[in-house]
């Protein structure tokens, strides 16, 4: 089962600010998901990642989101201009064995004041 | 995106089997059904997922009916632990993308 991590795991930033959430899968991935969820809603898709490259997305990831793989490993989403309403748990996942199910890491909490 | 329904909220108690219902009748020959999971303050675990027989592994069973548009997520035996929201998941076979969630079942497991 791939164990992911995610970093911070709290982040407070002003509206306006950019900010940039890491995921650190510990087995190699060539896909990778980001998904949020605002505070007592579902969970809702942003990007889906591929061999980087973006290979699907929602309406939700507009030009402020942007979805990196830099240094080969870990993975980033980088939210340029926050606003209040990007509040919410944001969570990375990697696939399982043949790419059949998806392992979610811990998840990182953003609050935009 | 394949619909299922769930019950917002189901209660049961420990030590006692858990049968979490899903309704899918729109579902296409080709989606599995797949079951996660949400404890609280955390992120959605994966709990089973299976096409057309039921399913069994170390956390819960799959039953799924004949034609297909419905299942249901067993629990055998219910802990404290088991407290999370459920969600039923229809998914595309392999290279699929996004998983799409629902609003699941809260499950509470009473002492």
């Known amino acids: 089962e791939p164990e992911v991590t995610q970093t911070p795991s709290h982040q407070v930033t002003q509206m306006g600010q950019e900010v940039i959430l890491r995921c650190v899968p510990i087995s190699n991935h060539l896909y990778f998901y980001w998904y949020r969820q605002i505070l007592g809603q579902k969970v809702e898709f942003l990007v889906s990642?591929?061999?980087?490259?973006?290979?699907?997305k929602s309406e939700i990831f507009d030009d402020q989101f942007s979805v990196e793989r830099p240094d080969g490993s870990n993975f980033t989403l980088k939210i340029r201009s926050t606003k209040l309403e990007d509040s919410a748990m944001y969570f990375c996942?990697?696939?399982?064995?043949?790419?059949?199910?998806?392992?979610f890491g811990p998840g990182t909490r953003l609050l935009v004041l | 995106d394949a619909k299922t329904t769930q019950p917002n909220s189901m209660e049961s108690n420990e030590e006692e089997p858990v049968h979490l219902p899903c309704n899918h009748s729109t579902i296409s020959g080709t989606d599995y059904i797949h079951w996660y999971r949400q404890l609280p303050s955390q992120g959605p675990e994966y709990v089973i997922h299976g096409l057309t027989s039921n399913v069994n592994n170390r956390m819960a069973s799959l039953a799924i009916a004949e034609d297909r548009k419905s299942s249901t997520l067993i629990l055998h035996r219910a802990t404290l632990r088991d407290a999370a929201v459920y969600y039923c998941?229809?998914?595309?076979?392999?290279?699929?993308?996004?998983?799409?969630f629902g609003q699941g079942t809260r499950l509470t497991i009473n002492p």
């Open positions: 990642f591929y061999n980087n490259e973006i290979s699907e």
């Open positions: 996942a990697v696939p399982g064995d043949w790419q059949e199910t998806q392992y």
């Open positions: 998941i229809l998914r595309p076979p392999p290279p699929a993308q996004k998983l799409v």
